[in-house]
């Protein structure tokens, strides 16, 4: 059998990428920039003055653009290219991690990575969605869309922790399930049923987190999970604001209406109880710190863990059925 590859964390662009929202930061901290070449041959006090009054400016847009950014904001920073993917957390979090390849039906899907590792001292089965962070590894992971031998890999590897009694972390982050037609006659809509039922069954404890996107059922075939962790500028949703746009309006472009319309933010989830969990994220989101945003979350699974690590199988599969067939029920 030929040596599987391990996944290493994804190239990091050292340019800065801003939103469109972001544009009166991005002109302070260019000025900034400026300055601080300046000062490197200059060190005159009147630069160093006008440098700290920039920052602090700076800071406090920041502050302020985060502090009410809406639905369709949040779906963009949830999209961002720089944001902390799948690889970058695995890399951070776990370590002796080994990836296992293939759904032993079909063939290997790049788009979902998996195998076992060690969290803090003890071993886990990582089951995570990557898109990729430039042109060739967003190809290679097919932008974190997943075809069906992506879903029962994933199957593959719930059953292997089953077995030998390791919990299972999901790592979402994906627009959804691939829908090309290929995908579709491999049987895409069982292969996330039976991954779906799998996580619903599992005698051992799970955690999901939403690092970005959680899109669909591409999302809840991994995330059917004890706890649901959200970090708080990702989104979680039925479909993608476009594509709601298109089946509700037939026009695309509504896409921020229907953003704000679906309640797909992390605030929102929080509050129906779709959720559990929100992870703050550095200020101007996880994109502008990295390893602060993984770090959170590396704190969240582990309070999550010790919550259920005296739970019987039977205990962790009740609790698990309660906490969904709850959802959606008036108080």
Same mark, same amino acid.
Request: with cysteine.
């Given at each position: ?5 391990? !996944?290493?964390? =994804? *190239? ?45 400016? +700076? ?11 809406? *639905? ?18 695995? +890399? ?12 032993? &039906?079909?063939?290997?899907? $790049? /788009?979902?990575? #998996? ?5 803090? #001292? ?5 089951? #995570? ?16 869309? +997943? ?18 009694? &390791? *919990? ?39 955690? $999901?987190?939403?690092? %970005?996107?959680?899109?669909?059922? #591409?999302?809840? /075939? ?18 993608? !604001? ?10 695309? /472009?509504?896409? =921020? ?24 994220? *550095? ?35 009740? $609790? ?7 959802? %959606?029920?008036?108080?």
């Amino acid at each position: 059998m030929a040596r599987v590859a391990r !996944p290493q964390p =994804q *190239p990091r662009l050292s340019m800065r990428s801003y939103l469109d929202f972001e544009k009166p930061v991005a002109e302070l901290e260019s000025r900034i920039d400026e300055l601080r070449s300046i000062a490197a041959g200059d060190g005159s006090d009147a630069i160093g003055e006008e440098l700290t009054r920039l920052e602090v400016r +700076a800071a406090k847009t920041l502050a302020e653009l985060y502090a009410s950014l809406n *639905p369709w904001q949040k779906t963009l920073v949830a999209r961002h290219p720089q944001r902390p993917h799948c690889l970058d957390y695995i +890399a951070g979090l776990f370590t002796d991690f080994t990836p296992l390849s293939g759904d032993r &039906l079909f063939g290997e899907d $790049a /788009a979902i990575v #998996g195998g076992f590792a060690r969290f803090r #001292g003890s071993s886990v089965c990582v089951i #995570g969605q990557e898109k990729g962070s430039d042109t060739e590894s967003r190809l290679r992971h097919n932008f974190g869309m +997943a075809r069906p031998e992506g879903y029962r890999k994933a199957v593959r590897l719930m059953d292997l922790a089953d077995r030998f009694g &390791l *919990p299972v972390i999901s790592l979402v982050d994906t627009a959804g399930a691939f829908p090309g037609v290929d995908a579709e006659e491999r049987g895409q809509a069982e292969a996330i049923a039976r991954s779906t039922d799998k996580s619903l069954s599992l005698g051992v404890a799970n955690v $999901a987190v939403i690092l %970005g996107e959680g899109g669909s059922g #591409g999302a809840i /075939a991994i995330a059917s999970c004890n706890r649901v962790i959200m970090l708080e500028h990702a989104i979680y949703t039925v479909a993608s !604001p476009e594509a709601s746009a298109s089946i509700l309006w037939r026009d695309a /472009a509504k896409a =921020q209406e229907a953003a704000t319309n679906m309640k797909i933010t992390a605030q929102d989830l929080l509050k129906f109880g779709l959720i559990d969990v929100i992870v703050q994220e *550095p200020l101007g989101g996880a994109h502008r710190d990295p390893t602060a945003a993984i770090s959170a979350v590396g704190e969240r699974i582990a309070t999550a863990l010790d919550a259920f690590g005296n739970m019987s199988p039977e205990a962790l599969r009740d $609790a698990r059925a309660n906490k969904f067939l709850a959802m %959606g029920r008036k108080v």
